[in-house]
């Protein structure tokens, strides 16, 4: 879907974000889109575990707003650990780190490596200096310290692309972590969003909250 920009030169994006197709997700799709509207996001991916399920009836669902762009993406549980994948529409998902990437590549997808040092969920950890990724999640709601400076040393090392996102699964965990996209086109559609964030043109943000914290109070 094309949108105009009416001037704007950025956009306010999560493109990690699980709903109930995740199924360790309390997040129905018409929260995260009404929720994520108020917060004055611009562009979000829904980007459950190994599903599409969720990001294509988010797309179908937002058909009748003109403010805000759903991508579809996945994540993706690999032999070496999670991996995101974000596009313009499904595919048929690998298991293998390397043919996934390969698939996505060959769509013009963007591939992200989530989360690659957090200790209690399954990064590709220093796999991401091998794997052919595009960006890598630096920022995530849960991540910790260690965590989050061992990601932004690969980020500069590789010289890839690094994003925030709030990776969440409760509407308390909405708008802690997010990327500022910037683009020079007056008109834009998902093909120009995903060649933006890898060509770089990404800025990330990130605000702190335990998820234990969070999921006290759902």
């Known amino acids: 879907m094309l949108v105009r920009t009416e001037g704007r030169k950025e956009l306010k994006a999560d493109l990690h974000i699980h709903s ?126 260690k965590a989050v400076e061992k990601a932004l040393n690969a980020a500069k090392i590789l010289n890839k692309p690094a994003i925030g996102s709030s990776d969440a699964h409760t509407v308390r965990e909405l708008n802690t972590s997010y990327t500022v996209i910037y683009f020079t086109d007056d008109v834009i559609d998902s093909k120009i969003i995903i060649d933006s964030i890898k060509a770089g043109r990404v800025k990330p943000y990130f605000k702190s909250v335990s998820r234990f914290f969070s999921r006290l109070f759902r």
């Open 20 to 145: 109930k197709y995740s199924g360790d997700s309390s997040l129905t799709i018409e929260q995260i889109i009404t929720t994520c509207r108020k917060q004055s996001f611009d562009v979000i991916s829904i980007t459950d575990h190994n599903t599409f399920e969720g990001a294509l009836i988010a797309s179908s669902y937002v058909k009748n707003y003109g403010d805000i762009t759903i991508l579809i993406g996945v994540e993706v549980m690999t032999n070496l650990g999670e991996l995101i994948v974000i596009g313009d529409k499904p595919f048929e998902i690998s298991y293998n780190a390397y043919e996934l990437i390969d698939r996505a590549h060959s769509l013009g997808h963007l591939v992200i490596a989530p989360h690659p040092y957090d200790s209690w969920r399954r990064g590709v950890k220093d796999y991401v200096y091998n794997l052919n990724i595009d960006a890598i999640e630096v920022y995530n709601t849960s991540s910790s310290k």
